[in-house]
């Protein structure tokens, strides 16, 4: 007799099969939950450059490049306008003060000198001819005066000698009346004529004064006006070496325009060009040096540029110590400027991970150095090869320093 055999639920098979499902969930479910979602990126360690963060004396400088140039430079303008006649001296000359550079022409002030110096002439005429007449007004009432004295002393003697006849009744007093009319018409006339003189006098002196004084400014006028007629003749007012001439013979030139520049030869000072990071921090008085034929040279900085182009800045620096010989424009030196005093501080070397990241973040490797993580950090004051860490880092830490360019937006680096 048949037995009838019953299918087991739950075979080995299906058992298998099942705690392989159950796993796949836990693994998915544990993923989806606990698991690592940030975005990675493989690099491979040979590409990248690993520093590590250390902590020492912060040195507050930074190098950058300075050129010589002259301490003083002479611009030459024109004073007066006028065509070029001769250029007597070429661009790159050394030139002695006064020496004649070039020279212009201009006939319109040839001209005015001309009518000022017949003004002038018509002018010192006039004076010459007023003082005559007044020479002669004198004489003219030196005159008078001379025939009213003897006029008076005339009519005064037949005056009282009439008088004294009448008082006697050998005349009549008709005759007595008119001598002594005549004797206060001459006592009359005089003051007339002295009163006449000192007016006259006054007003000669006053009008020959004028005349004088338009003399002496016609006079200054024309000296002006040839002071501009030698203007004509540039000349160097400094020694050193002519540096540029903007002239050509025949060319015109208005006043005020640049006709050359002249350096001074026998001192220098260095210029140059700073990042405008550091514009809040650089000032009158800060020190800087750099070597030179096996010594080192001291610098401060005396006059700041604020015009910020290209994203920099320019200051002038001037020997603190004695100059070095032989010095030549155009020539360029490393400067080490300092900007603040050493301190001790967390040290991370530069790179360029810093044009990335403008130092908000870093990769930091882990202990077994197997990935690098990206790290929020804080940098403060930074030199040629460090920056100061401010937060986000610990002495002994490792970190990539290199371009982060090909990282793209990846949190996580896989070290290959």
Known sequence: ?????????????????????????????YTTIWGDHRSKFNVQRERISIETVTEGNFQDYITVTGT??????????????????????EEGSIVKKGDIILRLSNANLYLS???????????????????????????????????????????????LSKKELFEKDFISREEY???????????????????????????????????????????????????????????????GQLVAVNAEVGEAKSAGQRLGEINVTDSFKINMEIDEHY???THR???????????????????????VQNGRFSVDLE??????????????????????ESS??????????????????????????SYAEKRDIRLGRMNPRYYEVLEGLSAGEKVIVSSYANFGEADKLIMK
């Not at 000669?204 to 338009?214: D, F, K, P, T």
């Not at 973040?361 to 077994?368: N, T």
């Open 344 to 369: 001790e501080a967390l040290l991370l070397p530069r790179g360029g991970f810093y044009q990335s990241t403008g130092g908000q973040y870093i990769f930091v490797l882990s202990a077994d150095e």
């Open 1 to 29: 007799m048949d037995r009838k055999i019953e299918k087991k639920k739950w075979t080995t098979q299906k058992l298998i099969w099942i705690s392989l499902g159950v796993i796949f969930i836990a693994v998915v479910l």
């Open 177 to 239: 009346l008119k001598s002594q009319e005549t004797y206060d018409y001459y006592v009359n006339y005089k003051d007339l004529l002295l009163e006449s003189q000192a007016t006259d006098s006054l007003f000669r002196a006053v009008q020959i004064e004028q005349l004088e004084n338009s003399v002496i400014n016609m006079g200054k006028n024309l000296d002006m006006v040839r002071e501009k007629l030698e203007s004509l003749n540039l000349r160097a007012p400094i020694d």
């Open 319 to 340: 020997f603190s110590s004695e100059q070095p010989a032989n010095l030549r424009t155009g020539q360029t030196f490393r400067i080490k400027l300092e900007l603040g």
């Open 285 to 307: 008085e800060l020190v800087g040096e750099f070597d030179f034929a096996g010594s080192t040279f001291q610098l401060e900085i005396t006059k700041i540029y604020p015009e």
């Open 68 to 89: 010589v140039v002259p301490s003083r430079t002479v611009y030459l303008d024109a004073l007066e306008g006028g065509y070029v006649e001769e250029v007597l001296i």
């Open 113 to 159: 000198i001309m009518n000022q110096e017949a003004d002038l002439a018509d002018q010192m005429n006039n004076l010459r001819s007023t003082r005559l007449s007044m020479e002669q007004n004198k004489l003219n009432l030196k005159q008078q005066l001379m025939d009213v004295n003897y006029q008076l002393v005339t009519q005064e003697r037949d005056y």
């Open 279 to 281: 514009i809040s921090r």
